[in-house]
């Protein structure tokens, strides 16, 4: 490819992307309208954020994938890039859809929107995402879309975005549904924002006195935390976690996931754990500094006051394999009385069907389903108003996407509510 680079637009010197030949070409419409308008979509979006140059990116996570959210409208738009020849040009992944992608009879779905939902995915699949054979997921890294360290990216979903840049030090802004397909497209992202090095350093200090022992515990000190610090690169000191605790990347998943819904961090960084962390001058020098000694606000301010559940949801971000196995420990004689539905990856599950975990969990009364996310689906239509999980994610999504009740505690509390349920006095324990 030459190198040759041409404006995107007249500007004066210090405001103009340039691009090259090859990109030029692409923009000018040389290899069909699809990657043309691709190209508008990634040149536009990098001039509005001051990008001066694109880059490569290794790997694409695409949102907006749920029917439900995107309708006939966002359909048609999918159908019209695949039917104009679009094919991603790196490893692409898919969002969770509004149903189990096998299942969706068992869940109840119309037979009408399933069709829909359906049709959304094999758009995706004819551009070439998953190599034709999409697993729709909010945890790419757990599939095989696993970004290392330093690697360029552009993934949409705001807890994977999270869990990319801090956990695993890759680099991505949080893209937009259209903006992650056009980078899908072209291979393509701007060189903005959390792509460059001075935009990744730390801008709010947490010391955290807090007691965290689960998964829950982190879920709620990241909804504390994003409810203010909005945007903010969090640097978390006296975290209470090791390397070596067997929910490391669980626990971190569900601090992250939790500040990318309550506020928009898209990086965070753990003293002496996360990769980019053992830097001198992470910290900015105008940084603000906080001390959580308290997770109570954190789970209270994600509950509506109800008493009764008809359904406990786990999974969000999608469980992983530990956490199925954890599940399966906890349920082990228990008999539950309300629907308890466990979401994760296809090949998660897979695994888990494998090795026994997927069996003890039904036997329980529970069911896991794969592609689906309860906060995208018609969660209403299916019967359910009032809805308990471990998750603040999934709480606050559950209030305001799927416009349901929710209950946000530990994972004991969950269980005792699906044996029982009505929601537990007990405090948080698990």
């Given at each position: ?9 007249n ?98 779905l ?59 030090g ?16 072209t ?21 955290v ?5 689960t ?29 070596d ?7 971190l ?26 830097s001198?001058?992470?910290?900015t ?9 308290d ?7 994600l ?38 539905w466990?979401t994760?990856?296809?090949?998660i ?82």
């Amino acid at each position: 490819m030459g190198m040759n680079t041409n404006k995107v637009r007249n500007a004066d010197e210090e405001d103009v992307m340039r691009l090259t030949a090859e990109e030029q070409g692409w923009l000018a419409g040389e290899a069909g309208p699809a990657l043309r308008r691709a190209m508008e979509i990634v040149t536009a979006l990098g001039t509005i954020y001051g990008a001066r140059r694109l880059i490569p990116v290794e790997s694409v996570q695409i949102s907006g994938v749920s029917y439900r959210n995107i309708g006939d409208a966002g359909l048609d738009f999918l159908c019209r890039w695949a039917d104009e020849g679009a094919r991603v040009r790196v490893p692409t992944t898919l969002n969770p859809t509004a149903m189990d992608m096998v299942s969706w009879q068992t869940q109840g779905l119309d037979p009408d929107f399933a069709a829909k939902q359906r049709q959304v995915v094999a758009a995706f699949a004819r551009m070439g995402v998953g190599k034709g054979v999409p697993l729709p997921t909010c945890t790419p890294y757990l599939i095989g879309n696993r970004p290392l360290p330093g690697a360029h990216i552009a993934w949409a979903e705001s807890s994977a975005v999270a869990f990319a840049n801090s956990v695993l030090g890759a680099r991505t802004n949080r893209e937009g549904g259209p903006g992650a397909i056009a980078a899908a497209l072209t291979g393509r992202t701007g060189a903005y924002g959390l792509h460059l090095e001075e935009h990744r350093r730390a801008t709010l200090r947490v010391k955290v006195d807090a007691v965290l022992d689960t998964i829950s515990d982190y879920s709620a000190l990241g909804a504390l935390i994003g409810r203010t610090a909005q945007k903010a690169v969090p640097l978390f000191v006296n975290l209470p976690l090791e390397a070596d605790d067997p929910l490391y990347e669980e626990k971190l998943k569900a601090l992250g996931a939790a500040m990318a819904a309550t506020g928009a961090v898209a990086l965070y960084h753990v003293a002496s754990l996360t990769p980019e962390a053992t830097s001198s001058d992470l910290l900015t020098a105008d940084c603000a500094c906080w001390c959580i000694d308290d997770l109570t606000e954190g789970y209270a301010m994600l509950s509506d006051d109800i008493e009764r559940i008809d359904l406990v949801w786990i999974g969000c971000p999608h469980a992983s394999l530990v956490e199925l196995a954890q599940l399966t420990e906890r349920v082990a004689g228990r008999r539950l009385q309300v629907p308890m539905w466990i979401t994760c990856a296809r090949p998660i599950r897979d695994l888990a069907v494998d090795s026994g975990l997927v069996g003890k969990i039904e036997a329980a009364g529970g069911q896991v389903f794969a592609d689906a996310c309860m906060a995208i689906a018609p969660v209403r239509n299916l019967g359910f108003q009032a809805v308990a999980t471990p998750s603040a994610k999934g709480a606050y999504y559950l209030r305001n996407l799927a416009n349901v009740a929710a209950r946000f505690g530990t994972l004991d509390q969950c269980l005792a509510a699906a044996e029982t349920g009505h929601w537990p006095s007990m405090g948080r324990d698990a």
